[in-house]
DNA sequence: CGTACTTTTGAATCGCATCAAATCTGGTGG
DNA sequence: CCACCAGATTTGATGCGATTCAAAAGTACG
């Protein structure tokens, strides 16, 4: 129950107190962290692994919402009655868990603490913007580029948990991608390495 | 300056010294209430009318990363250094301002008010999933279904500036709009009815 | 080694964007 | 009141790009 190490992230935001409240676990493949219609009970932070939030539409097509490489899961649960989708763990990591509860009494309480999970929520805000612009363009090469290009780290995108993953979270067929990705390659704007994608366009990073 | 009438959600959320802050004004279609780069120094709220944040991309096209008809517009933005999008009015209407330093100020000291702000970006957390969820679905039939439940009132979709506004928040063309509106109508699944789009199908509001 | 999964490429098909053009609408000024 | 214009709405025709179905090659793991 007492971690042995927390995410930095979350050392940074949560308040010390709260600290011993907080669960580690290594989870493996497949995982379910908890289902859509559930009740909250805990958030979850992402230390290690990946979790997609996913819905399952009517007719049973998987739906992924986000892909967490790190961070919170579940944050906007605060004080809903029931969680509104599910979060998978698609690779083995490690994930940490803290009840809502004490969460909730933690923020009612400690000022610092309720700027600082105001500042997590608002950049949460600005990234699923950005998320749902991707979506918006036209065509499988203007998505990938904004993927890399948003979400990378000068350009540069790790992709733990294969290519398959990244189309649904692009919303297109992995066929598509691995096409794109092709031709990108052939066209010299993006390298492969390992586990990353990076941009080659233009001589290392813009902006 | 005293805003005469303060649009009820933003009372109910701000604190009672907060509004005499508040700048109410009527603004007309076309307006732009910042643009993206610059230096946040107002919050805005729309009253009515409505406002269209989008980002300009590197080819000049413009993407439309929300609408809102009632609701904080930059609420993201309390402590970044820029605005991440442009703000344009689509409609004549009513917008509230309030200066980012008082809100700040108001965040750091009124406990209850903090808690308010953050069901309010949970919510939009959760607003803008179900958003990215719908611009995942393949096909404008699901994307248009898809919207008039989650953004409906019991089924029923207010389209205040128009469908081709509405196209572009769907990111689809305005024809397929109206093509896939025209099939839907033919099929009596959605009916319109003057500024409004209603699901007609199995009876009225499931869920 | 065999099984399961990912990656890759091919071919056929379909939906939507795009270009084009006609009709309808509200608003303006003569 | 009508002529006229700008924008929204509607329908048609065409082409491209992505999905889909199919199948082969590569890779990880027990």
Redesign the pocket.
Known sequence: MAPHFLPELMQALLPIALQPSVGLMQVEKGTVLFRQQQKPRQIFFVNHGEVVLQRTGAQGTAVVLQRIRQGFVAEASLSTEAYHCDAVMTVPGEVASLPISTLKNALETDMDFAGRWISMLSSEVRRLRAQCERMSL????ERLLHLIETEGTNGRLRVAS????LATEL??????L?????TLEKEGRVRREDGALLLVGSGGEPR
């Open positions: 036209r065509g499988v090469r294969g290519l398959k993953s919303a297109i067929s992995h066929e598509a691995y096409r794109i990705l092709a």
